[in-house]
């Protein structure tokens, strides 16, 4: 699918705000592909349909994910992981986006996996650090982001750990196992 025509199918699913996001999300993640060696229209596709569900009504996305039968455990934590498992769903069936790569980066882009694909990285760094985001601690994971991936990703999963915990939030296993896989590897 050509960038306008994926641009366009993406608008109509999303707010004019979500909208910007996925722009800035776009851009980062061509940058991250190109500066560390990533496909980059893959990276481009993955970072449009990203938030295809976003929006997606919370009992649909819940049934996507059960007839899915991948994510189940997402179920279990904070409706705001939902829209990456039942967008990977979604953008397969209704965008007819079939890349394994691409859907498993919109699939993980929420809660990172131990394993993650250079793709995957690209997406869940790039949604994190898109030039709209602002919060603590995004610059810092900006600036890691322009020399290595691994480190920008790690700080960015810390942080989301973090401010969960400060939340008294539960945190998706597979989030911490990422953290713990990235650090064990920079050992």
């Known amino acids: 699918m050509k960038r306008d025509q994926a641009l366009a199918c993406v608008k109509e699913q999303l707010t004019e705000q979500r909208y910007t996001h996925t722009i800035g999300v776009m851009d980062t993640a061509v940058k991250l592909a190109e500066r560390f060696g990533a496909d980059v229209k893959k990276a481009e596709t993955a970072a449009i349909f990203h938030d ?3 929006f997606r009504p919370k009992e649909e996305m819940k049934q996507i994910i059960l007839n899915d039968n991948k994510s189940l455990d997402v179920l ?11 967008g990977a769903v979604l953008v397969k069936t209704e965008a007819g986006i079939t890349d394994e790569d691409i859907l498993s980066a919109i699939r993980y882009h929420t809660s990172g996996r131990p ?6 990285k690209v997406i869940y760094v790039a949604d994190y650090i898109e030039p ?3 919060f ?14 691994d480190l920008a990703l790690i700080q960015a999963l810390k942080n989301t750990i973090t401010f969960l915990m400060t939340k008294n939030q539960a945190v998706f296993p597979d ?13």
């Open 52 to 54: 295809y569900a976003k």
């Open 76 to 86: 279990d934590f904070h409706h705001e992981l939902w829209h990456a498992p039942a």
């Open 115 to 120: 394993g993650m694909t250079l793709l995957e």
């Open 132 to 134: 709209g985001r602002r």
């Open 136 to 149: 603590p601690g995004v610059d810092e994971v900006r600036v890691l982001a322009e020399e290595d991936l």
């Open 175 to 187: 989030t911490l196992a990422t953290y713990n896989a990235l650090v064990k590897e920079r050992q």
